[in-house]
T-cell receptor
Framework: ELKVEQNPLFLSMQEGKNYTIYCNYS?????LYWYRQDPGKSLESLFV?????AVKQEGRLMASLDTKARLSTLHITAAVHDLSATYFC?????????????FGKGTHLIIQP | KAGVTQTPRYLIKTRGQQVTLSCSPI?????VSWYQQTPGQGLQFLFE???????NKGNFPGRFSGRQFSNSRSEMNVSTLELGDSALYLC????????????FGSGTRLTVV
């Protein structure tokens, strides 16, 4: 059974600072996803990481995947208030989604001016 | 293009009643999966349908069921509602191949009183 563990679960940081959210998973996962959720809203897809060494960047967010270490990271560069949200990582065990996504508990990120 | 549409957005039901939620995937997407989100348990996989067939089901009691129609629209049904079924129910659609991610709908917030 795939287990996904995120840390930290809560993060308060100042604008302009850099930080990293970590996502460890227990068994082989075909793909690793990062999602963002604003309060009361749905999940917005940020990144899909398919292979070892994959690195993707969008604006101030960069995600990477190390399948050997079973670790994915979401790095935030020069944080701004608009990035305040809850961030989830998720893995799936079979291509195509038959087994569904297994989510971490989420990292609640607050960015203060 | 149109996203994933879930109806209704909000629902209040009484214990013991049953409820049906609807999800219309992105046009051309054949995979639809359902998730339950609660503060205590986080995001949990309910089931996944592909071309009208349930491919997998999460660890939920038999009161939770679903189906998918030939146009890929999906419904989930919860019978004999319990207070603990109060949650945000999210539907996700995907074309179904290894390279694709999942797009989530806005969700249905179910409150059981």
């Amino acid at each position: 059974e795939l287990k996904v563990e995120q840390n930290p679960l809560f993060l308060s940081m100042q604008e302009g600072k850099n930080y990293t959210i970590y996502c460890n998973y227990s068994t082989t996962s075909d793909r690793l996803y990062w999602y963002r959720q604003d309060p009361g809203k749905s999940l917005e897809s940020l990144f899909v990481l398919l292979s070892n060494g994959a690195v993707k960047q969008e604006g101030r967010l960069m995600a990477s995947l190390d399948t050997k270490a079973r670790l994915s990271t979401l790095h935030i560069t020069a944080a701004v208030h608009d990035l305040s949200a809850t961030y989830f990582c998720a893995g799936d065990r079979s291509g195509g989604g038959a087994d569904g996504l297994t989510f971490g508990k989420g990292t609640h990120l607050i960015i203060q001016p | 293009k149109a996203g994933v549409t879930q109806t209704p957005r909000y629902l209040i039901k009484t214990r013991g009643q049953q409820v049906t939620l609807s999800c219309s995937p992105i046009s051309g997407h054949r995979s639809v999966s359902w998730y339950q989100q609660t503060p205590g348990q986080g995001l949990q996989f309910l089931f996944e349908y592909f071309s009208e067939t349930q491919r997998n089901k999460g660890n939920f009691p038999g009161r939770f069921s679903g189906r998918q129609f030939s146009n890929s629209r999906s419904e989930m049904n919860v019978s004999t509602l319990e207070l603990g079924d109060s949650a945000l129910y999210l539907c996700a659609s995907s074309p179904g191949s290894l390279l694709d991610g999942y797009t989530f709908g806005s969700g249905t917030r179910l409150t059981v009183v």
